[in-house]
């Protein structure tokens, strides 16, 4: 049989295939289970309109989900001369099962099979990187609480200004991750449409019941029209993309924040010697590796929309195979934050804080702002207060004030970890996986 599932009577040219399929037999191998899943899909549709019997809905049915079974397994391939999942699994079944296995593609084209596989993967990630955000959110609320009390000095114009704590910065990046869970949920709402039955990107002539694939695919809802269904690739990528770089851009800034910090000029952090890397040439050193590469790939992820954008842009409706080539980077993006989330948790909880950093002399004008305040609680004007303590400094006759009081919502004396984490439970339980596993392990047979 030949190898290309449109292939008639010509050969393609071995240089043009090569090209063209380019990465796709080992992308492709991440879509693979979510390619059968729309296949299971499809064909209950099909039946249901008439256009399989029952016994080959059976029959078919249990062939693919053995072969859902075998694209988990590390051996799985696409063969040598097969483009594409999409091929692999037609030309699987029809091995197993002759001409039942070529009824399975009526109705439908790659073009939406591929944008259905994209979606299931999306849907299965965007749950993965969820789960990783809150290993390192809890992490940070905890470190937070722990260093409630450590004073380290806060900057603007990388020029010390006033007193911040370790319960400040930790509860910071805290926060930070729930308003980039928002985006995420809101990408995630976007992925969570069935682009399926819009066949190659202009719907069927075929009587297929969308609603029902939606139903059995676990979508929140249908995209409606076949045209925007495929207008959807490359811009539903692109919307998740966005999603992963707001994280990357929030654990970017914290890597950056840590490798200074831990800098023997700031002295506020220090590295268990077991998470730094050595010099080959300076015995003495023990360098933050590990968030200078946390910090490159978090930029790096903040490429990837971009690069989307760059790929996609200007293309008319209708697909084109310029979209594939957004798998290249798309699909590896995942692995990608979920390793800098997990590390960045690691790195955080075995990270030793100085409790004693604030001690220096030379960030006793952070204070200043103090004893301007309390000469204002005092009953002075503050512009006076602000004059006379100026002045003092100046003369080098400046004190700082005993104590350190902050009490407002969000201030180093009031830290109110309990509503960050309310707001990040919020958005959280905004967030519904159980529709999608109930979905899938209904069209796999398992039952919960
Ligand atoms: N590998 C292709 C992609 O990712 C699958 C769809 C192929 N469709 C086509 N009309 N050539 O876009």
Redesign the pocket.
């Known amino acids: 049989m030949a190898s290309k599932l449109w292939e008639k009577n010509v050969q393609v040219d071995g240089d043009v295939e090569a090209y063209t399929v380019g990465l796709?037999r080992e992308l492709d191998l991440l879509l693979a289970p979510h390619d059968v899943i729309g296949s299971l899909a499809h064909i209950t549709m099909l039946q249901s309109i008439g256009l399989l019997t029952a016994d080959e809905l059976d029959v078919l049915t249990r062939e693919l989900r053995d072969i859902h079974r075998l694209t988990l397994d590390p051996s799985f391939v696409i063969e040598p001369g097969i483009e594409?999942i999409?091929s692999q699994v037609e030309l699987m079944l029809t091995r197993r099962l002759g001409d039942v296995g070529k009824k399975i593609h009526s109705g439908r084209s790659?073009?939406d099979q591929?944008l259905v596989d994209l979606k299931l993967y999306i849907r299965e990630q965007i749950e993965r990187v969820t789960a990783a955000m809150q290993r390192l959110f809890d992490v940070l609320i905890a470190q937070s609480d722990t260093y409630a009390d450590v004073i380290i000095p806060g900057y603007t114009h990388l020029q010390v200004a006033m007193p911040s704590s370790f319960g400040l910065w930790f509860g910071a990046y805290a926060e930070s991750l729930v308003d980039d869970l928002t985006v995420l949920a809101a990408a995630y709402e976007v992925a969570d449409r069935n682009p399926l039955g819009s066949a190659a990107g202009y719907g069927s002539s075929f009587p297929l019941d969308r609603d029902m694939t939606t139903r059995l695919l676990g979508f929140r809802s249908v995209n409606v029209n076949a045209v925007y269904a495929q207008m959807g690739r490359g811009k539903t990528e692109r919307i998740v993309a966005q999603a992963i770089a707001s994280v990357a851009a929030t654990v970017g800034r914290l890597a950056m924040d840590a490798c200074m910090f831990s800098s023997q000029n700031f002295g506020f952090l220090k590295l268990p010697d077991e998470f730094t890397t050595g010099s080959s040439i300076m015995p003495h050193k023990k360098n933050p590796d590990v968030f200078e590469l946390t910090r490159a790939k978090c930029n790096k992820l903040q490429a990837l929309p971009v690069e989307i954008t760059m790929i996609v842009n200007n293309l008319p409706s209708g697909?084109f195979?310029d979209?594939?080539l957004v798998?290249e980077s798309f699909l590896p993006a995942f692995d990608a934050i979920v390793s800098i989330l997990d590390m960045t948790a690691r790195m955080l909880s075995g990270v030793r804080v100085n409790r004693h950093a604030a001690d220096d002399p030379r960030y006793e004008l952070m204070y200043s702002v103090e004893e301007v305040n309390r000469r204002v609680l005092q009953g002075q004007p503050f512009r006076d207060a602000y004059r006379e303590v100026g002045l003092a400094i100046e003369r080098g006759e400046f004190r700082r004030p005993s104590r350190v009081d902050h009490t407002h919502v969000g201030s180093i004396g009031n830290l109110c970890n309990d509503r960050i984490r309310a707001l990040w439970d919020d958005v959280r339980s905004r967030m519904d996986f159980s529709r999608a596993h109930a979905a899938i392990n209904s069209l796999l047979g398992i039952s919960e």
Request: zero cysteines; glycine letters at 0%.
């Open positions: 796709d594409d999409h790659r073009n591929v697909y195979r979209l594939q798998k």
